[in-house]
């Protein structure tokens, strides 16, 4: 498999902590999001990933994008240390949880928008930090209820073996951490994010270990 990536992205980051999860070897193929205009925009690229976004996957079969979708493939084909619950209200809960993250405050915070808030609409750069800080606290804050107020949350997300929803928060923390928003009022994410990032798994598929962190 080739995991087309980029260290900083937040959705490479969460498909990389899957595929460890499993132990699914891949070979990372880094796809640059500042170089060169942004390689991502790359006829290439967009051949394999229409939107031109990252991660996509190349199996024997073809491409797969969008991270949630690959994570749930994954699950299918590999079904070993699964990322969803058995019963079917543990998935739905584990899937709020993650889409809470990768489809409501991702979309409106990553690379592409934020670019076009300073660019196109000439926002500051305080100003586009606001816009960050903002969405990331206010989703982070309803992650934190989410997890606080059901008895279902254990060492991790969902339970006693990380998923797909501990996938999602680590990266999503990451980036905040980055932003310094404010996640003092969140206990219960930063005990599991403290015990998903003792595991070797996540330790693997952090930013700073990939080999195009280094190219920055």
């Known amino acids: 498999m080739k995991l087309y990536t980029y260290f900083r992205s937040s959705a490479a ?24 205009g942004g390689q991502q ?9 229409p ?13 797969l994008t969008q991270s949630l979708a690959i994570m749930e493939w994954l699950d299918e084909t590999h079904p070993a240390a699964p990322l969803l619950p058995a019963d079917p209200d543990g998935r739905a809960r584990v899937r709020a949880i993650a889409q809470t993250m990768a489809c409501d405050i991702h979309p409106i915070t990553n690379l592409r928008v934020l670019r076009y808030l300073t660019g196109t609409l000439g926002v500051s750069e305080e100003q586009k ?3 960050y800080r903002h969405w990331v606290t206010e989703g982070l ?14 060492t991790f997300c969902h339970g006693e073996t990380p998923g797909l ?6 990266p999503q923390v990451s980036n905040a ?22 595991l070797d ?16």
Request: glycine share 4%; net charge neutral; hydrophobic share 45%.
């Open 13 to 36: 980051y969460r498909l990389r902590i899957a595929l460890h999860l499993k132990g699914v070897a891949y070979d990372a193929v880094p796809v640059h999001l500042l170089r060169d």
């Open 41 to 49: 925009h790359q006829a290439a690229y967009r051949a394999k990933s």
């Open 51 to 63: 939107l031109g976004l990252v991660p996509s996957l190349e199996t024997d079969t073809g491409v």
């Open 129 to 131: 930090n606001d816009w």
């Open 141 to 154: 804050s309803a992650v934190e209820h989410l997890l606080a107020n059901d008895p279902r949350t254990g």
């Open 165 to 170: 929803a501990d996938c999602c928060l680590v």
């Open 177 to 198: 951490r980055r932003y310094h928003c404010a996640l003092g009022a969140m206990p219960t994410i930063a005990r599991i994010v403290d015990a998903c990032e003792a």
């Open 201 to 216: 798994a996540f330790q693997r598929a952090a930013p700073a270990r990939q080999a195009d962190a280094e190219s920055v």
